[in-house]
């Protein structure tokens, strides 16, 4: 996701300052893609230049307070954003998170550290699930299409949990995973003995 996109359609709420902009990105939208206080004011200042937001210095209310810049979209901007709400998305991401590439080559590794990383993703992740429940509550009045997108940043954070909860469950050895033939079956099924009259005949449980 465009962080320039991100901001554009924050000010069409209403007129922010920069440290309230990172702030709704890291909160609302954390769970699409991450980004760093760096990479905002770069974006605002870009945005600036190209004449689709406005800046106004506020002077503090305090003596000794810093100076604040409040940040304000120009119809220039509103239109850019238009166009780009009608566009398709470049690309197609449902999951894009470091720790899976990781997870793909914890073959290669050590299962006792592996499971450290795993019990670290889930309490991250119960603390970002409290978070994201909290925020549905107060997005109520925000709109269906905000709310909606909320529900699912909930869903895909639970969905999350539980695959992470299995994986930790197959790392402690509680629940080992079957092995798998080409076609995902499991292999290596056990097999009963069935007596009869002269002959005795193995016969594979289904």
Known sequence: MSIKYAILGLLHYQNMYGYRIKDHIEKNFGFMWTVNYGQIYKSLKDLAEEGLITLKDVLPSEKGAPHKKIYSITEKGRKDFGKWLRSSPDKQLLLRDPFILRFIFFGFGDETKALELVQGQI?????????????L?????????????????????????????????????KKKEPKRNQKGRPVNRGKKVVERPGKTQKKRIH
Do not use: H, I, S
Not at 123 to 135: A, D, I, P, S
């Open 123 to 135: 309490e991250l992740f119960e603390n970002l699930l409290v978070r994201r429940k909290g925020n």
């Open 137 to 173: 509550t107060r997005w109520k009045n925000q709109g269906p299409f905000v709310v909606m997108a909320a529900e699912l940043g909930v869903g895909l954070n639970e969905m999350y949990l539980q695959w992470l909860y299995r994986v930790r469950d197959f790392l402690t050895g």
